[in-house]
């Protein structure tokens, strides 16, 4: 699912609302529980893109499974959404929710793809390195695991990546071949 612009606006005006009211983090806590249940749930997921099922009985699915159990700014705003016509992007919605709020926040996520599982002191030196290099407050480290790598790993952080694998220094190493760099 890409995120689309409606999305964008919806989830900038909920996080200027939750700033407003004191209420950004429980806001954030609740857009990722809906995000993940929603990417874990692909019949929620349908009843959501299906423009034949009624608004009314689209929000109250959503208001069965996460009823009492979200902030009354979701509730509202869920209700909203579904009102709308626009339950379909309630997934782009959360995504951009969660994106803008680690931007306001300063905090970046670090995938890192390995050929084995990274150490905690590992760990600590790629978030210490990212936090300098790109100046955020905060770094998430999201782990792969790929058995492509013969060793070292793969640091993507937004738009930029660092391919300390070995397989990434060869590649390196025949292009400079190629030319007759070496």
Known sequence: MSENKAASRYAKSLIDLSTEQNALEEMRNDMVLIEQVIDQNSELEAILQNPVIPLDKK?????????????????????????????????????????????????????????????????????SVVKKEIGANQVIITEKISD???????????????????????????????????
């Open 59 to 127: 929000y109250s699915i959503l208001d069965g499974i996460f009823g009492k159990s979200v902030h009354a700014i979701t509730r509202s705003y869920l209700k909203l959404l579904v009102s709308k016509g626009r339950a379909a992007i309630l997934f782009d919605t959360t995504r951009a929710f969660v994106r803008q709020y680690n931007a306001i926040k300063g905090i970046v996520t670090a995938e890192v793809i390995s050929a084995i599982a990274l150490t905690d002191a590992n760990k600590a030196e790629i978030i």
């Open 148 to 182: 492509k790598l013969i060793g070292g790993f793969i640091l993507k952080v937004g738009d930029k990546q660092f391919d300390a694998s070995i397989a990434g220094s060869l590649n390196k190493l025949k292009k400079e071949l190629a030319q007759g760099v070496v």
